[in-house]
């Protein structure tokens, strides 16, 4: 069997003949993607910056800072204590207990959207049962046959949600949270840069206070006077830093630019899912056109 190849004029001719195919396609398509596109929930994003609250190697106060132009200090490394508490952030257990403390289990699994006239989030009633305040996931191994959300479901609920990047030319970092009520990302996002504050903050502290427990202990085992000062100057800068610690809402990561509420939805995107699966249903008629010609004339 001899193979014919269409050429250029001969494929726009099948294609002239198909437009109607190809037109009706395309704009079922177009409609489609319009419901489907509006049937998705609005999200709003919030947004913060966030720099390191303390400057490594140096005893500059705030006030001997450079204060021209943009005023931002060009760091090529991160400090320690930021990098740390960018670790911690996206951690399992503090993630988990964030959400335990604020109690945000319903509104990180069970929500599903917002309604923009009544001010009010709508809770996806297979999950969660608003009325009597229970979880209604289906599952065999509980004695109830229903379960909450375990909390390995609530993680990854909550960095679907959380945006971390780090700035190295400017030892930034950008932090935005999406959610369905403008209102709430914002509190979200505060809550969740407080959190990780006071985590860092208590962490330091009870650092120091080992380290004090530690260094009486050997003040009373020792009886060399040398020591004895070397220690007491060594409780003395461990005191210093507990005051320090005690008396900075801002231990580890300091406001730059704190969260605003958004005044319009960042997702969904409809003019691209639109535009997308326009193109995509009229490329895909025109390649089944073809490839059905083909077929025929074999």
């Known amino acids: 069997m001899d193979e014919r190849r269409l050429n250029f004029s001969e494929i726009i001719e099948i294609l002239k003949l198909n437009k109607k195919l190809i037109y009706r396609n395309s704009l079922i398509f177009f409609f489609l993607s319009i419901v489907i596109s509006c049937s998705i929930p609005d999200r709003y994003t919030s947004h913060a910056v966030l720099a390191s609250s303390e400057v490594e190697g140096s005893n500059l106060s705030k006030s001997s800072l450079p204060t021209s132009g943009l005023g931002i200090i060009s760091m090529n490394s991160i400090s320690p204590r ?6 911690i952030m996206e951690s399992w257990e503090f993630i988990e207990n964030f959400i335990s403390e604020n109690k945000l289990e319903v509104y990180i699994y069970a929500v599903e959207g917002w309604d923009e006239d009544t001010h009010q989030l709508e809770i996806n009633s297979d999950l969660y049962h608003l009325g009597e305040s229970k979880w209604i996931i289906e599952s065999d191994e509980s004695p109830t046959g229903y379960r909450p959300p375990s909390s390995y479901d609530l993680y990854e609920k909550f960095l679907s949600m959380i945006n971390i990047d780090f700035d190295g030319t400017k030892g930034l970092v950008k932090i935005s949270l999406e959610y369905y009520s403008p209102e709430m990302a914002k509190n979200f996002l505060i809550s969740y840069i407080n959190s990780i504050n006071q985590h860092m903050r208590k962490k330091k502290l009870d650092q120091v206070e080992t380290n004090i427990e530690y260094l009486q202990e050997q003040i009373e085992k020792t009886n060399i006077a040398v020591m004895k000062e070397y220690f007491y100057s060594t409780i003395q800068e461990q005191l210093r830093q507990k005051m320090l610690a005690e008396a900075s ?32 249903s009229f490329i895909l008629t025109i ?4 490839i059905k010609e083909f077929r025929e004339q074999d």
């Open 249 to 280: 809402s801002e231990f580890a990561l300091t406001l730059v630019s704190k969260p605003m509420k958004a005044e319009y939805p960042s997702s969904p995107s409809r003019l691209i899912i639109v535009l997308f699966w326009t193109i995509l």
């Open 82 to 87: 930021m990098q740390q508490a960018l670790e």
């Open 287 to 290: 390649l089944w056109i073809l």
